[in-house]
């Protein structure tokens, strides 16, 4: 058995950092000889490049650092580092059959969800939108395909009628963090047997688009709630009221039946801002105007005033 594990670790955004904080964190287990991750990316009012996360965790404990826009070729420069291990967490690039091949102990990847099921780009808000009542970490070996390879272990949560993408991204990269490390050692000393994906019972998760944040009000209203929590914090749900932008952080399923014209204010009140929709209707609860801060709706409406019997309107143009 090994003293410490090599590992090279793949990761780009937040969903990376706990789970390379706690290989970090158990040095006398884990030897953290590399870091993958994406190019430096421009961003902020001035467009200047910036590090990802992982690559500013990486800097500050003085580990080396590739930024790759490609990993074909890389296999020899991988291989001179003798991994036993490569960990793959929101990495943002597919890895080729060569790179796979190198590490001892093979390829293994952090995904937020409940592998077969969500396997893609967008886990979380794909999750909520569909509206699962539970999801959670699966810790996979890679292979060749999207998120088909066979499962080392399995975590689940569940997933609260108020809860958004952020808040279940938060909960599951902890989640992710506390799986991984005692997988991998049990991996390393056989005590783990890989289970193959049931792909009968793959759904796919695409990556969000700004041209779905548009809220059409003509659907359910359990069914707009779940699209603008699963939109938080990106790309965040909108609707358009006197020519104004309104972005909707967070809302819940109304109790009271409505027969308003789908896209109405209802209603005002301490509880939320009150809208109809195709099926029921829906209480916005947190709010945000152009330009301006989130807030929750009592607070929006001091700023912005709704009327009963106000209209939602289809916005004319998409950003």
Known sequence: MRMTLRVVFAGTPDFSVPTAQALLDRPEQFEMVAVFTQPDRPAGRGRRPRPSPIKRLAVAYGIEVHQPRMLRGYAPMLAALHPDVMVVVAYGLLLPPEILAVPELGCVNVHASLLPRWRGAAPIPRAIEAGDVDT????????????????????????????????????????????????????????????AQDSKLATHAPK????????????????????????????????????????????????????????????????????????????????????????????FVNGFPLIAGEQFDVPSSEH
């Open 136 to 195: 959670g970490v699966t810790i996979m070996l890679m292979d060749e395909g999207l998120d088909t390879g066979p499962t080392l272990a399995v975590s689940n949560i569940a997933i609260g009628e108020r809860d958004t993408a952020g808040t279940v991204h938060d909960r599951l990269a902890m989640l992710g963090s506390e799986l991984l490390a005692d997988t991998l050692l049990q991996l390393e000393q056989g005590l783990i047997q890989p289970v």
């Open 208 to 299: 969000l688009s700004k041209q779905e944040s548009r809220i059409d009000w003509s659907q359910s209203a359990t069914g707009i709630a779940r699209r603008i929590r699963a939109f938080n914090p990106w790309p965040v749900a909108y609707g358009c009221l006197r020519g104004q932008r309104v972005r909707f952080l967070n809302a819940v399923v109304s109790d009271q039946q409505d027969g308003h014209p789908p896209g109405t204010v209802v209603s005002v009140g301490d509880a939320g801002i009150e809208v109809s929709c195709g099926c029921g209707s829906l209480i916005l609860t947190e709010l945000q105007r152009e330009g301006g801060k989130q807030m929750p709706a009592q607070a």
